[in-house]
Protein backbone atom coordinates (compact mmCIF):
# COMPACT_ATOMS: atom_id res chain seq x y z
CA UNK A 1 0.00 0.00 0.00
CA UNK A 2 1.36 3.49 -1.00
CA UNK A 3 1.47 5.78 2.17
CA UNK A 4 1.00 9.30 2.38
CA UNK A 5 4.54 9.81 2.93
CA UNK A 6 5.53 7.79 -0.35
CA UNK A 7 3.06 9.77 -2.46
CA UNK A 8 4.25 13.05 -1.48
CA UNK A 9 7.94 12.72 -1.77
CA UNK A 10 8.09 9.67 -4.80
CA UNK A 11 11.30 7.72 -5.44
CA UNK A 12 11.98 10.12 -9.01
CA UNK A 13 11.53 12.98 -6.84
CA UNK A 14 13.94 11.50 -3.96
CA UNK A 15 16.31 10.72 -6.41
CA UNK A 16 16.72 14.71 -7.38
CA UNK A 17 16.87 15.60 -3.60
CA UNK A 18 18.93 13.37 -1.86
CA UNK A 19 22.03 14.57 -3.49
CA UNK A 20 21.64 18.65 -2.73
CA UNK A 21 21.43 17.57 1.07
CA UNK A 22 24.29 18.97 3.12
CA UNK A 23 26.21 16.13 5.16
CA UNK A 24 24.52 15.56 8.83
CA UNK A 25 27.05 17.31 11.79
CA UNK A 26 30.05 15.62 12.84
CA UNK A 27 29.61 13.68 16.08
CA UNK A 28 33.44 13.09 16.64
CA UNK A 29 32.97 15.74 19.90
CA UNK A 30 29.84 13.72 21.37
CA UNK A 31 26.27 14.24 20.55
CA UNK A 32 23.75 11.71 19.50
CA UNK A 33 23.97 10.71 15.84
CA UNK A 34 21.11 10.83 13.81
CA UNK A 35 18.22 8.37 14.31
CA UNK A 36 15.20 10.02 11.69
CA UNK A 37 16.10 9.70 8.62
CA UNK A 38 16.12 12.35 5.83
CA UNK A 39 13.30 11.13 3.78
CA UNK A 40 11.05 11.00 6.54
CA UNK A 41 11.62 14.36 7.35
CA UNK A 42 11.63 15.74 4.09
CA UNK A 43 8.00 14.25 3.33
CA UNK A 44 7.02 15.95 6.36
CA UNK A 45 8.42 18.90 5.24
CA UNK A 46 6.27 18.58 1.64
CA UNK A 47 3.03 18.03 3.60
CA UNK A 48 3.35 21.03 6.07
CA UNK A 49 3.81 23.42 2.67
CA UNK A 50 1.15 21.69 0.78
CA UNK A 51 -1.43 22.39 3.82
CA UNK A 52 0.00 25.54 5.72
CA UNK A 53 -0.78 24.44 8.91
CA UNK A 54 0.91 25.16 12.18
CA UNK A 55 4.12 23.06 12.53
CA UNK A 56 2.34 21.92 16.11
CA UNK A 57 -0.06 20.06 13.73
CA UNK A 58 2.19 17.72 12.39
CA UNK A 59 1.47 14.24 12.32
CA UNK A 60 4.52 13.00 13.36
CA UNK A 61 3.26 9.63 13.74
CA UNK A 62 2.36 9.11 10.28
CA UNK A 63 5.33 10.09 8.76
CA UNK A 64 8.15 8.69 11.07
CA UNK A 65 9.56 12.00 11.25
CA UNK A 66 10.62 11.82 15.03
CA UNK A 67 9.22 14.60 16.55
CA UNK A 68 7.84 18.52 15.38
CA UNK A 69 11.25 19.79 16.69
CA UNK A 70 13.40 17.40 14.53
CA UNK A 71 11.48 18.22 11.54
CA UNK A 72 11.63 22.03 12.19
CA UNK A 73 15.86 21.73 12.62
CA UNK A 74 16.06 19.58 9.54
CA UNK A 75 14.11 22.39 7.70
CA UNK A 76 15.84 24.95 8.84
CA UNK A 77 19.23 23.70 7.93
CA UNK A 78 18.47 22.32 4.52
CA UNK A 79 16.77 25.89 3.87
CA UNK A 80 19.87 27.83 5.13
CA UNK A 81 21.91 25.42 2.88
CA UNK A 82 19.91 26.52 -0.27
CA UNK A 83 18.34 23.18 -1.26
CA UNK A 84 15.22 23.78 -2.19
CA UNK A 85 16.83 26.53 -4.39
CA UNK A 86 18.89 24.13 -5.49
CA UNK A 87 16.24 21.53 -6.20
CA UNK A 88 14.09 24.55 -8.16
CA UNK A 89 16.97 24.86 -10.50
CA UNK A 90 17.34 20.85 -11.49
CA UNK A 91 13.71 20.46 -11.71
CA UNK A 92 13.86 23.56 -14.50
CA UNK A 93 16.50 22.60 -16.27
CA UNK A 94 15.17 19.35 -16.85
CA UNK A 95 12.11 20.85 -18.07
CA UNK A 96 14.11 23.44 -19.96
CA UNK A 97 15.98 20.64 -21.64
CA UNK A 98 12.66 18.62 -22.23
CA UNK A 99 11.83 22.28 -24.22
CA UNK A 100 8.90 22.23 -21.36
CA UNK A 101 9.50 25.78 -20.59
CA UNK A 102 7.60 28.30 -22.27
CA UNK A 103 9.95 31.37 -22.49
CA UNK A 104 7.39 33.49 -25.22
CA UNK A 105 6.74 35.15 -21.92
CA UNK A 106 7.45 35.69 -18.25
CA UNK A 107 4.47 37.62 -16.33
CA UNK A 108 5.33 39.07 -12.93
CA UNK A 109 2.87 39.53 -9.93
CA UNK A 110 3.04 40.22 -6.12
CA UNK A 111 0.80 39.17 -3.34
CA UNK A 112 0.73 40.00 0.34
CA UNK A 113 0.85 37.61 3.22
CA UNK A 114 1.03 38.22 6.84
CA UNK A 115 3.75 37.80 8.38
CA UNK A 116 4.23 38.36 12.30
CA UNK A 117 7.87 37.64 12.45
CA UNK A 118 10.93 37.57 10.31
CA UNK A 119 13.64 39.62 8.39
CA UNK A 120 10.92 40.56 5.54
CA UNK A 121 8.06 42.39 7.93
CA UNK A 122 6.50 45.66 7.13
CA UNK A 123 3.14 47.20 7.55
CA UNK A 124 1.29 45.76 5.19
CA UNK A 125 -1.09 48.57 3.55
CA UNK A 126 -4.09 46.89 2.19
CA UNK A 127 -4.13 44.79 5.53
CA UNK A 128 -5.15 47.80 8.12
CA UNK A 129 -1.47 48.39 8.36
CA UNK A 130 -0.86 44.92 9.42
CA UNK A 131 2.69 43.12 9.68
CA UNK A 132 3.30 41.32 6.19
CA UNK A 133 5.08 40.37 4.04
CA UNK A 134 5.35 40.29 0.12
CA UNK A 135 6.46 37.52 -2.69
CA UNK A 136 7.41 38.73 -5.95
CA UNK A 137 6.50 36.14 -8.31
CA UNK A 138 7.70 35.10 -12.23
CA UNK A 139 6.48 32.81 -14.15
CA UNK A 140 6.72 31.62 -17.61
CA UNK A 141 3.94 30.97 -19.89
CA UNK A 142 2.33 28.17 -18.42
CA UNK A 143 2.28 29.74 -15.25
CA UNK A 144 5.78 27.73 -13.97
CA UNK A 145 7.57 29.67 -10.93
CA UNK A 146 10.72 30.90 -12.08
CA UNK A 147 11.85 33.01 -9.97
CA UNK A 148 10.80 34.58 -6.21
CA UNK A 149 12.06 37.47 -3.92
CA UNK A 150 10.39 37.62 -0.39
CA UNK A 151 10.16 41.42 1.06
CA UNK A 152 8.03 43.63 3.92
CA UNK A 153 4.32 44.44 2.59
CA UNK A 154 4.86 48.04 2.50
CA UNK A 155 7.47 48.74 -0.20
CA UNK A 156 5.48 49.42 -4.12
CA UNK A 157 5.71 46.14 -6.45
CA UNK A 158 7.76 47.80 -9.03
CA UNK A 159 10.64 48.46 -6.82
CA UNK A 160 11.56 44.58 -7.09
CA UNK A 161 10.47 44.38 -10.82
CA UNK A 162 14.19 44.60 -11.81
CA UNK A 163 15.91 42.05 -9.35
CA UNK A 164 13.10 39.70 -10.08
CA UNK A 165 13.73 39.32 -13.43
CA UNK A 166 17.41 39.94 -13.46
CA UNK A 167 16.91 36.80 -10.77
CA UNK A 168 15.65 34.62 -13.63
CA UNK A 169 17.84 31.56 -13.80
CA UNK A 170 19.91 30.62 -16.55
CA UNK A 171 18.05 27.61 -18.16
CA UNK A 172 19.07 24.72 -20.35
CA UNK A 173 17.32 24.69 -23.36
CA UNK A 174 16.46 21.92 -25.86
CA UNK A 175 19.48 22.58 -28.25
CA UNK A 176 21.74 22.78 -24.79
CA UNK A 177 22.43 26.49 -24.68
CA UNK A 178 21.13 28.67 -21.62
CA UNK A 179 18.41 31.48 -21.53
CA UNK A 180 17.25 33.61 -19.09
CA UNK A 181 15.73 35.97 -21.10
CA UNK A 182 11.94 36.11 -21.95
CA UNK A 183 11.12 37.20 -25.17
CA UNK A 184 7.98 39.75 -23.54
CA UNK A 185 7.21 40.48 -20.38
CA UNK A 186 3.36 40.71 -18.68
CA UNK A 187 2.70 42.93 -15.72
CA UNK A 188 -0.51 44.85 -14.57
CA UNK A 189 -0.60 48.65 -13.85
CA UNK A 190 1.13 48.59 -10.63
CA UNK A 191 4.61 48.08 -12.66
CA UNK A 192 3.11 50.98 -15.51
CA UNK A 193 6.31 53.64 -15.08
CA UNK A 194 9.00 54.61 -17.43
CA UNK A 195 12.01 52.80 -15.08
CA UNK A 196 9.99 49.57 -15.64
CA UNK A 197 9.76 49.86 -19.04
CA UNK A 198 13.40 51.61 -19.77
CA UNK A 199 14.72 48.22 -18.31
CA UNK A 200 12.65 45.82 -20.31
CA UNK A 201 13.84 48.00 -23.72
CA UNK A 202 16.99 47.74 -23.05
CA UNK A 203 17.26 44.29 -22.63
CA UNK A 204 15.18 43.42 -25.63
CA UNK A 205 12.14 42.28 -23.78
CA UNK A 206 9.06 43.47 -25.35
CA UNK A 207 6.82 45.00 -22.76
CA UNK A 208 3.26 44.24 -22.45
CA UNK A 209 2.39 45.86 -19.11
CA UNK A 210 -1.15 47.89 -18.40
CA UNK A 211 -1.51 51.35 -19.13
CA UNK A 212 -3.00 53.45 -15.86
CA UNK A 213 -6.20 55.32 -17.28
CA UNK A 214 -6.36 53.20 -20.29
CA UNK A 215 -6.50 49.49 -19.75
CA UNK A 216 -8.87 48.09 -16.96
CA UNK A 217 -6.04 45.28 -15.99
Known amino acids: MTTLADRLLPDGLWRRL ?42 VGEFGCGSVTSCWRRFAEWASAGVFERLHEVLLDELGEAGQLDWSRVSV ?28 LAVDGTALPLAVLVTAANPPDSTMFEALLDDLPEVRTPTGRRRSRPDKCHADKAYDNRACRGYLTRRGIKVRIARRGIESS
Not at 30 to 53: E, K, L, Q, W, Y
Open 18 to 59: HPLLPPPPSHARGGAPRTVSDRACMAAIIFMARISTPWALLP
Open 109 to 136: DTFSLRAVRGDHTGANPVDRAKPGSKLH
